[in-house]
Every structure is written in structure tokens, then in C-alpha cells.
């Protein structure tokens, strides 16, 4: 797609993401591209299987997202995939707006969408009270986490409550990308001056992603001096990561040390509870009545990895329904995320923390006692870490129950978890004994 057909699309698609319910946008609309533009029309491409669904129910959405995003002149045609334009303009194009689109807010990640539970509670609480008290409360903050489990969301909530409520405050979201891309630019044209008023002017600057700064030697400098003008002159900055700060190792002490001069909060993966009410709060804000709690349960209960895997699936769920004309029920639920969750397929209960290491001691020819000792011979360290990995996958207990089981702390438990994640991808010996445990597991809860 040429690039002024790229922005101009993008903008429609922020539009669209921003108006339309969750559901509707990643089954009916997201799969949408823009294939060409005549004027002030938009030709839209629809795949096949949906094409007739959009035009008959979706298209004044979508002619509503163009003239926001475009202007009133503007109009959309739903089109085939084989559609081509006997000619379209490639010059005199006027431009309605610039090419760099700032990150904006989404008005949907709000607290009052945030669903609290035992793993998120102190980021959530910490949040809100940087909302209310920018530059007070904790500066900076800085929260942690896997993927998909909200630190973004409370990263946009922060930015919308500040926005309604901050008496005219002045807000900036970001990927660590986008800022990235913005210096770029404005090394490349000499001129650094108005992108660093653009980040440095705001009071509350939110960043998402710092992890990728890692790689980027003169953005790192930049960012360095951003953070330090904004910290010294009583600015709130907010910033999200996979990883604390301690664990940054690619990053200069000083950096690390100003990620954790202030709060550093964690997000952890949601128990079957919080799962189940996620689920509730999402198909109740995308107006899926007809979902029943049985079939929500099923999908907590098999899906474990994330908030955003958690939504994802439930999607999946309901397009299959819809797309056959069946009703979402538990079994069918079962089916589809089968072929996702080969593990959640099985309706044998969850192995137990308990029944994890002792089938780890037996497996690796060890006492359990040597698993819960300070034993950091190799073997028996591999051990321990693969039997942590499993806990972690295969019950719903949180990192620091797991840990407190193993009497080690939350930390050692997720960096157990990621050492075995990694090692699985390239090493056969991991592979073999995380799959030979799971079969002794899946023996052993069907007894």
C-alpha cells in the first residue's frame, strides 16, 4: 500500500477502533483494507466471507470513521478482493492530514473497565493514585509485566482520568517506537527543537514498552535527558516494561537507577476468578447477551496466559458460533479452543503444585526435599526450574504462591519461567523433560 494511502488508512482504522465494540472490530472490521481512493471516496476491500455482513451491517460504521477521520466530503465503498480502480489519483492529492500520527489515547482503557484482582491490585491502586496526584504520589512510576496483562491499560486509564479530571493538565502517550521514529525524523531533518518540546513540554508523559530502547544507543541518550528534564522540573512519568528494571541489564546504571528511583509495581497473569470476570465485563460491554456463564467459564478456566489471550479467545469463540449459526456453548467453546489450547482440552482437573514437584523428583531420579532446598547444583537446579515452569502453566496459582511452595520468592519463580520458555524453543533437553512430565502429569490426575 503506498504510504498516503497507509496514514489515510490508519487514521480510518483509529477511528473505527475507537467507535466500535471489541467483537466487532477484530471479527468484522480488522481484517478491512483500504485498496484504493478516488477523490473524496475510499474504496474498502472485504474479504469474501464477510463482505455481505459489512455492507448490510457495518458500512454507516465505517462512513461514519471516514468522515470523522477525513472531513463530512468524505465516502466509502465496500469493495471485492479482485476490486481494482480504472484510475486513481497519484497527484494533487490534497492532504487533510499531516503523515505523523501521534499515539493517542483509546477512551476505552479506563479504571472503571480495569478488572482488579490479587495480581494486579497494587499497580491498579498505584495508578489511580498517580491519576489523581501527577508528580505527587509516585514519580516515576514504573510497571511490569508479561504481555497482555494491563500494564497498557492502566497506562491509557492513567492519560484518560488526568485528561477529565486534571484541570487542563497536559498529557503525552507513546510506544517507546513512536519516540524512537520521532527522533529520528527530527535528527535526520536537524532539527531536534520541536520534538523535544513535544516530549518534554507535557506534565504527565506516558511511555509503554521501555524494553525497547535496548538496542537504540542514540535514542537511550535521548530518552536519558527526556526523563531527567521531566523528573527535575516535577513531571510525571509513567512507564511500562516486561521486566523490572533491575533486570535491564543492556541499559546503563544510571537509566536503571531512574527507572526504579519511584514505585515499581508488577502485573500478574489472572486467577480463574478475575478470568471469569473479565470475560463477564467484556461481553457485557460488546453486548453478547447471549453467551452463556457456562460457556464463559470454560473459556477461563482453559485459557490462562494472559487478559489479552483471555478477550482473544472469547472472540474466537463467538465468530466460530456466529459464522456457523450455532449457539456458543461450553462444548463448542471446548472445540475451538482445543485447537488453540491443545493443553486446555483435556477435562482431567489441573495437576496440583503438590503433584508438579513430586512428579519432577521422580522424573529427574531426585528427592522432593532437594527441590525445596538451596541446592544450586545444575541438575538439580533444572530440575527445579522445570517443575516451577510447569506450576506456572499448568495450575492457577499466583507467582508468589508458587514460589512460597518452592520457598523461593515471585522473582525466581518468573525468571525460572522464562529461562525454561526460552530454552524449550532451541534445546531438546528441555523439550523432552517438560513433555515427558506432562504426560506423567496427565496419568496422574486421571487416576
Known amino acids: 500500500m503506498p504510504e498516503e494511502l497507509e496514514t489515510t488508512w490508519n487514521l480510518v482504522r483509529r477511528e473505527l477502533r475507537q467507535d466500535a465494540p471489541d467483537f466487532t472490530f477484530h471479527i468484522w472490521l480488522e481484517p478491512l483494507e483500504l485498496a ?22 457495518h458500512q454507516e460504521l465505517v462512513r461514519r470513521a471516514v468522515k470523522r477521520a477525513l472531513g463530512p466530503a468524505a465516502e466509502v465503498e465496500v469493495v471485492a478482493e479482485d476490486w481494482s480502480p480504472e484510475q486513481l489519483p497519484t497527484e494533487g492529492e490534497p492532504e487533510r492530514r499531516g503523515a505523523s500520527i501521534p499515539e493517542a489515547l483509546n477512551p476505552k482503557y479506563t479504571f472503571e473497565q480495569f478488572v482488579i484482582g490479587d495480581g494486579n491490585r497494587l499497580a491498579h491502586a498505584a495508578a489511580l493514585a498517580v491519576a489523581e496526584q501527577p508528580g ?39 510506544t517507546i517506537e513512536d519516540f524512537t521514529a520521532e527522533f529520528v525524523r527530527a535528527t535526520r531533518g536537524r532539527d531536534t527543537t520541536a520534538f523535544r518540546e513535544r516530549f518534554r513540554d507535557p506534565d504527565v ?29 516535577g513531571r510525571q512519568l509513567v512507564l511500562t516494561s516486561d521486566r523490572p528494571p ?67 479467545a472469547l472472540i474466537r ?42 512428579a519432577a523428583a521422580e522424573e529427574f531420579g531426585l528427592d522432593t526435599r532437594a527441590l525445596l532446598a538451596h541446592d544450586r547444583r545444575p541438575n538439580i537446579a533444572f530440575a527445579r526450574q522445570v517443575a516451577m515452569y510447569l506450576a506456572r502453566e499448568l495450575t492457577d496459582e499466583t507467582l508468589p504462591a508458587i514460589g ?44
Open 36 to 57: 484504493g481512493r478516488r477523490g473524496d471516496t475510499l474504496y474498502v476491500c472485504a474479504p469474501d466471507h464477510i463482505r455481505t455482513w459489512v455492507r448490510e451491517r
Open 136 to 174: 505527587q504520589a509516585y514519580n516515576p512510576f514504573f510497571i511490569y509485566g508479561e504481555p497482555g496483562l494491563g500494564k497498557t491499560h492502566l497506562l491509557h486509564a492513567i492519560g484518560n482520568y488526568v485528561q477529565a479530571y486534571g484541570n487542563g493538565l497536559r498529557v503525552r502517550y507513546s
Open 205 to 233: 508523559l506516558l511511555i509503554d514498552d521501555v524494553q525497547f530502547l535496548a538496542d537504540k544507543m542514540r535514542t537511550k541518550e535521548e530518552f536519558f535527558h527526556t526523563f531527567n528534564a521531566l523528573y527535575e522540573s
Open 246 to 312: 533491575a533486570d535491564h541489564d543492556e541499559f546503563e546504571s544510571r537509566l536503571r537507577e531512574r527507572f526504579a528511583s519511584g514505585l515499581v509495581a508488577d502485573v500478574q497473569p489472572p486467577e480463574l476468578d478475575v478470568r471469569l470476570a473479565i470475560l463477564r465485563k467484556r461481553a457485557r460491554l460488546d453486548a453478547l447477551n447471549s453467551v452463556p456463564e457456562e460457556t464463559l467459564f470454560e473459556i477461563a478456566r482453559s485459557v490462562t496466559a494472559s487478559v489479552r489471550a483471555l478477550e482473544g
Open 317 to 358: 469463540v463467538i465468530a466460530y458460533a456466529s459464522l456457523r449459526g450455532e449457539s456458543a456453548t461450553p462444548d463448542l467453546a471446548s472445540k475451538v479452543l482445543a485447537t488453540l489450547y491443545p493443553c486446555a482440552a483435556s477435562a482431567a482437573p489441573k495437576p496440583t503444585v503438590d503433584a508438579i514437584q513430586a
Open 404 to 447: 512460597r511452595r518452592f520457598g523461593r520468592n515471585h522473582a525466581t519463580v518468573l525468571h525460572a519461567h522464562r529461562k525454561i520458555a526460552e530454552e524449550l524453543q532451541s534445546d531438546d533437553k528441555a523439550r523432552s523433560a517438560v513433555d515427558n512430565l506432562r504426560r506423567r502429569l496427565r496419568g496422574e490426575a486421571s487416576l
